[in-house]
């Protein structure tokens, strides 16, 4: 069965920071790997995925993770926190063909202060 | 592109009656949509899956015959809780995918039904 965790329910950082959200997955075939943002009362918007190929893999508003399969580990990072980066962020997976259903992770809390 | 909406974005309704909750693909042909529940600080459970004109596949837990599931058409999707309780408050989330092996799901904004 497949199964994602996120460490650290909530994560808090200073405007111009480094961002560092943790996901580690378990799966029995491929994964293919799914960072997605959700601010309050909205629907999830994509980030980013990892399907096949790079393992290192861009997404929007500066965002970028690295798919370490060694480690099974898929870390969402930025390298300077914007005010407008506080939100939830949640990681998924599926099954490589990608056209079976999402498992998400518990999610992060991100809060950016001044 | 790529845009899914929800009808309504929020609704409250009385304990014992039913409310509809539509979701759109409105410029690519859903083949399979989904339908999630969250609840507050809470991630996304997957309820059922459901494939143009065909039934719904539930998620274990899920009782079918409150939460009915309708996709009738490549850009309609429908859940309807009926019989609704003060435990059905909660924040209903579709998403789309287009194709059957395609793997990109694009999610609605939600619709946040409170039961009262």
């Known amino acids: 069965a497949q199964s994602v965790t996120q460490l650290g329910s909530h994560v808090s950082v200073s405007e111009g920071a480094l961002v560092l959200l943790r996901c580690n997955y378990s799966?029995?075939?491929?994964?293919?790997l799914f960072w997605y943002v959700q601010y309050p009362n909205q629907g999830l918007q994509l980030l980013l995925k990892?399907?096949?190929?790079?393992?290192l893999v861009k997404g929007i508003n500066g965002f970028e993770a690295e798919f370490k399969k060694s480690e099974t580990s898929f870390h969402l990072t930025k390298p300077s926190a914007h005010m407008s980066d506080a939100a939830e962020y949640f990681c998924a997976v599926s099954l490589s063909g990608g056209y079976n259903k999402l498992i998400f992770g518990a999610g992060t809390r991100l809060a950016v202060h001044p | 592109g790529a845009v899914v909406s929800q009808h309504p974005s929020w609704v409250i309704c009385k304990s014992g009656t039913s409310v509809k909750i539509e979701c759109r693909s409105l410029d690519f042909q859903a083949t399979t949509m989904f339908w999630y529940r969250q609840f507050p600080k809470q991630s996304l459970m997957l309820m059922a899956t459901s494939n143009e004109g065909s039934k719904a596949t539930y998620e274990q837990g899920v009782e079918k015959d409150k939460f009915l599931i309708n996709h009738a058409s490549l850009t309609l999707s429908t859940l309807t809780v009926t019989s609704a309780h003060p435990e059905d408050s909660s924040f209903y989330i579709c998403?789309?995918?287009?194709?059957?092996?395609?793997?990109?799901?694009?999610f609605g904004p939600g619709t946040r039904l409170t039961v009262t």
């Open positions: 799966s029995s075939v491929p994964p293919y």
């Open positions: 990892y399907t096949t190929g790079a393992t």
């Open positions: 998403s789309a995918r287009e194709g059957l092996v395609s793997y990109e799901q694009y």
